[in-house]
């Protein structure tokens, strides 16, 4: 039986932090108590005027390659889970593939907002069951600090840029277990960037819109949800689940989320207070921290989740 299997992980993050005294300092009318203590988060990075996400995602692919002990030549699929791509078309996917100097693999972009590496990591193992493809690259890269209103201090502190990529490679040896994606178009409007390119002019609104608390709870349901979905079809019970790396939004999210799994938090990995809510990279992010940092080993069983715009939701199951 073929699996797909972590072959190799890597991330970046645009040099340029800003803390959220940083953020006073720069006129917005927030305070680090107030972001520290309903969302967890300390610090964001944000890229540099005309830093793009193909670029951040390019960092990220070669950190993975490396990892995988594999070369750009030997990818035959290119993913990219972006809601900030460098242009409307191309896809981004697209631009990293010939940053990366790779000829002749697929490649497109997914849109599922801060599901969408989860998504993407699904569509990949799809490819890779099926025998059509070998060795996947899997990227989420976002630079939202684009499209936010820096004077709407209930979103624009929340948000960071970054990119996080995996190498998912055929193997004998088990890899993704289990997958599960949902979503749900009703709710598109708790959470969108409501505007449109057209005649040489945004029609509509171009910064990201939130109605916090809907989303709040909106996210804490579907994310236990999913993840016992998950757990079921793997037939794994959730105390079974070695580390669990929800979408880094919010810390009180990510803990109400680990209390309905009945985890510890020591099984669960953050980093939000680090990155804030960077969507579609957060999750290979925060795994990339762990495995560089020695807490995921090899053999363990790891849980990925995201949540976000659509509204979209998923998990994946892994063993490491
Ligand atoms: O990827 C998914 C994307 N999004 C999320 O996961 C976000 C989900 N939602 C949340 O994390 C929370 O709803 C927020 C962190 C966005 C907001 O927290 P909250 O506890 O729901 O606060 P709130 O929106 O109800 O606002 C409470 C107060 C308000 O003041 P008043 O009306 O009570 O006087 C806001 O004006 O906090 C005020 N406020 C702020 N104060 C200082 C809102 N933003 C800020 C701010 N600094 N940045």
Redesign the pocket.
């Known amino acids: 039986m073929t699996f797909a299997r972590v072959a190799g992980v890597g991330s970046f993050l645009p040099p340029n932090r800003v803390s959220n005294a940083d953020l006073v300092d720069r006129g ?4 680090d108590e ?2 520290v203590t ?2 967890g988060i300390r610090a964001r990075h944000l890229a540099e005027a005309g830093q793009t996400s193909s670029e951040l995602a390019f960092e990220a692919s070669r950190r993975a390659l490396d990892m995988a002990g594999a070369t750009a030549d030997d990818i035959d699929l290119i993913i990219v889970a972006t809601s900030t791509p460098d242009f409307v078309f191309p896809s981004t996917a697209c631009l990293l593939q010939a940053k990366l100097g790779n000829k002749g693999a697929v490649a497109f972009d997914v849109q599922a ?2 599901s969408g590496f989860v998504y993407a990591l699904t569509i990949a193992e799809k490819f890779i069951r099926s025998g059509s493809h070998k060795k996947a690259l899997v990227v989420g890269a976002e630079v939202f600090s684009r499209i936010l209103d820096w004077n709407d ?3 624009c ?2 948000f960071g840029d970054g990119a996080g990529a995996v190498v998912l490679e055929a193997s004998e040896r088990p890899g993704l277990l289990a997958t599960a994606l949902h979503a749900d178009g009703a709710h598109h409007g708790i ?1 969108s960037v409501p505007g449109n390119l057209c005649g040489g002019k945004v029609i509509g609104d171009p910064f990201l819109r ?1 109605d ?2 809907a ?2 709870k909106f ?1 804490v349901r579907v994310l236990a949800d999913v993840a016992h979905e998950c757990c079921e079809l793997a037939k794994l019970a959730p105390a079974a689940i070695d580390w669990l790396i929800p ?1 880094q ?2 810390i ?2 990510i803990e109400a989320t680990a209390k309905k799994m009945g985890l510890p938090m020591e099984k669960v990995v953050v980093t939000v207070d680090q990155h804030g ?1 960077t ?1 579609a990279a957060s999750v290979p992010l925060a795994l990339d921290a762990a495995v560089r940092d020695g807490r995921i080993r090899r053999g363990q069983k790891v849980m990925l989740e995201g ?3 659509g509204f979209t939701w998923g998990a994946v199951l892994l063993e490491f």
């Open positions: 917005v009318d927030t305070n107030w972001i309903r969302t907002v801060c201090r209930g979103t502190v929340l959470l939130m916090g608390q989303v709040f996210a979408h939004a919010n009180r999210i809510n969507s949540v976000g715009g």
